[in-house]
C-alpha cells in the first residue's frame, strides 16, 4: 500500500529555501545548518518523487513544481502566522503590506499615493522599501514591486509592465550642448554605474550593446551599489547615468535631468507585480493590485 503522506516537519525547511532561493540562508533564519536544510529537502523530494529544485555551482533555483509547491505552503504558513496573531489580538485589519524596490518607492510611487488613498480612504497601506531582492524580504508582504529578473522565489507574478531606458545628466553637465548628444559621445563622460551581485540590473553594457558601441575597459565608470545614489551622482553632475522613464520623468520635468542623447530601449516587461505570502484583507489587496495595473499601464 502507498504512502502518500508528507513530513510535515520537512515543510518549513523547504518553505524558508523557496522563498529565499537559498539552503544557506534558510538554515541561518532558522538556525539550522546548511546540511541539514539540505537533508530534509532532499527526504522531501524523495517521498514526492520529483525534483523541487535544480542545483547548478553551489547554486539552487526552484522548479515549476518546487515553485508551485512553495506558493502552497508559503500560503498555508501566512494563514497560520495570520491566525496565530489574530488570536493574540494584534492583528490590524486592513492593513495591506506594499514591498516597493527603494528608487520606485522614492521616485514613483510616493507622488501617486495620495490618489490610491483618495480612493480608498479605508485601506491602511504599510510601505515596506528596499535595495534587496525579494528572496531576501525578511518579513511577509502582501504586494511586491521590484525589476523584472531579479530573483522572486515562490513569490507568485501578477503582471509585467514596460518601460523605457535613456541616459540622463543634470542639464550643467552638458551646458555646451542645448541638444542631444550622439550616442558615442557618452563614451568620453563619466558613466555612473549601479553594481551588484548577481547583476540582475541593466547597466550600461546592456545599453552599450543595444547601441551597438564598445564597451572598452577605458571608459570611465563610477560604480554604486545602489540606484538612487546613481540618480543623486547624476542630479549633482558627477556623470551620465541611465534612467528608467518612470522614476526620472519627475525629475526631468523639474529641470533636475535632461536626456544625454535620443536613444531609448524600450523594456516591455521591466517591472514585475508579485502576490506575496501575507494574507491581508482580499478586498483591500485586490484593490491595491487594481490600483497598480492601472497605474503602471
Known sequence: MQNDDVQLT????????ARLESFTRAADELGLTQTAVSRQIGQLEAELGLRLFERRNRAVFLTDEGRRLGRVVGDALAAIRSEVASLRGSRAPGTVVLRCQLCEAFYWLMPRLSRFHARHPDVQLQLVSAIAPLTQATEPFDVA??????????????????DSIFPVCAPSLLADHPG???????????LLSHRVTPQDWFDWPDWLA???????????????????????????????????????AGLI???????????????????????GSRRGSHAAVDSLIAWLKAELA
Do not use: M
Not at 542631444?180 to 563619466?190: F, I, K, M, T
Not at 544625454?260 to 508579485?274: G, Q, Y
Open 145 to 162: 514591486l521590484q525589476t523584472t529578473g531579479r530573483a522572486s522565489g515562490a513569490a507568485r507574478l501578477l503582471f509585467t509592465a514596460a
Open 10 to 17: 520537512r515543510l518549513r525547511p523547504f518553505e524558508a529555501a
Open 180 to 190: 542631444p548628444l550622439a550616442p558615442a559621445s557618452l563614451l568620453e563622460l563619466p
Open 253 to 275: 520635468e523639474d529641470g533636475k535631468l535632461r536626456a544625454a542623447c535620443n536613444l531609448s530601449v524600450d523594456r516591455p516587461s521591466e517591472i514585475s507585480v508579485f502576490r
Open 210 to 248: 543595444t547601441a551597438g558601441l564598445p564597451h572598452t575597459s577605458r571608459l570611465r565608470k563610477v560604480s554604486f551599489d545602489s540606484y538612487p545614489l546613481v540618480l543623486q551622482a547624476a542630479v549633482a553632475g558627477q556623470g551620465v547615468a541611465l534612467g528608467w522613464n518612470r522614476t526620472v
